[in-house]
């Protein structure tokens, strides 16, 4: 869920605003993933936006003060969230520690990078949620560790019917600063799209992996 839709709608006209998310209906993207998209999304560019940077990084100390009070640490998953996790726990006042995609493959073999001990609660920052498997991938890591996962908290979610499907199985609790619809509005509302484009965006959305094939 967003955390409100003045804050989702805010967030969406940052992200539109400096191109962290370019919409492209008539010439889609093609993911890592070989999905066929009409929308690409980057939410590193808000770090080097600091008026950007420090309204998402008090917008996920209020949320997470809201849905998961009193975490004992705060962790980002690699690569794309370690910055954005670091600035909550500076924020918060909380150690921070960040989760590989998987094992080191030398060295101390770690997937679990800082100083965290078994029991203690984590509240997970992603940049970016689109199946979810590998966010819920790094909680399955932190549980694993013996960590009390309260919940993740994400700048942006597509909002996939199978990614919601999927936090709810893990029993994650996710809530995100802002989302696909709250995107695609203010967008309409800026022009960037036309409303002819909708039903492509939205027919996407529905079946994201077999779209445009």
């Known amino acids: 869920m ?3 839709a003045e804050t989702a709608a805010k967030v969406a006209e940052f992200l539109l605003q400096i191109k962290a ?3 492209q209906p008539s010439n889609p993207f093609t993911w890592a ?3 066929n998209s009409p929308i690409y999304c980057d939410n590193r560019k808000t770090l080097s936006h600091p008026r950007i940077r420090t309204f998402i990084r008090q917008k996920f100390v209020e949320a997470i003060n809201a849905r998961f009070p009193k975490p004992d640490v705060i962790a980002g998953v690699a690569t794309g969230a370690i910055a954005q996790g670091v600035l909550v726990a500076e924020e918060m006042g909380l150690p921070f520690i ?3 995609p998987e094992p080191k493959k030398h060295g101390l073999g770690n997937m679990i990078e800082g100083e965290y001990k078994s029991g203690q609660s984590v509240v997970v920052i992603e940049d970016l949620i689109s199946t979810g498997g590998s966010s819920l991938k790094a909680v399955e890591a932190l549980r694993d560790a013996g960590c ?3 919940g993740m908290a994400a700048i942006f979610t597509y909002g996939f019917a199978d990614a919601e499907a999927n936090f ?3 029993n994650v ?3 995100t600063l802002s989302d696909y619809s709250a995107l695609i509005r203010q967008a ?3 022009n960037l799209i036309a409303e002819s484009e909708l039903e492509t965006l939205e027919a996407w959305r529905k079946n994201p992996s077999t779209w445009g094939k």
Do not use: D
Request: cysteine-free; glycine content about 4%; aromatic content about 8%.
């Open 168 to 170: 709810r199985q893990a």
């Open 2 to 4: 967003i955390t409100n």
């Open 21 to 23: 998310v370019k919409l």
């Open 33 to 35: 993933s070989g999905w």
């Open 173 to 175: 609790p996710l809530v």
């Open 98 to 100: 960040y989760v590989r």
């Open 188 to 190: 309409m509302n800026e």
């Open 148 to 150: 009390e996962v309260k």
